[in-house]
């Protein structure tokens, strides 16, 4: 059985907690700026419905900051105001990752 101990990047546990702030943070932030564009466009919640053929009020849902839309929803809605979205991921810097039972870097190719 395989232990979180097992997994460099999910030890300690707070530098766990601390990512999942981060991302939570990142995906507000996100949504915060969707709308704001929508504003900046004019747009009304009821403009975004149409477009994306939802109801106004899903709009209104989607747009909470405890919303949590798939991928596509958000693509979607940025179509519809004018923006793309970037994505990116980006690895913790330390320690370097590696599945249980890999070989080491420094053990491969040495036989």
Do not use: C, F
């Not at 149409?50 to 798939?70: C, F, H, M, R, W």
């Amino acid at each position: 059985m395989t232990t979180l101990d097992a997994w460099e990047h999910l030890t300690p546990v707070d530098k766990i907690r601390d990512r999942s702030k981060l991302l939570a943070r990142t995906r507000i932030n996100m949504l915060s700026e969707l709308v704001r564009l929508r504003q900046r466009r004019g747009m009304k919640q009821k403009d975004i419905a149409e477009i994306l053929e939802i109801s106004q009020q899903a709009v209104s849902k989607l747009e909470g900051y405890d919303s949590n839309p798939t991928l596509e929803t958000l693509e979607r809605y940025a179509n519809a105001v004018g923006a793309v979205l970037e994505i990116s991921v980006q690895a913790d810097p330390e320690p370097e990752m590696r599945t249980p039972n890999a070989p080491s870097p420094s053990s491969v190719g040495m036989r």
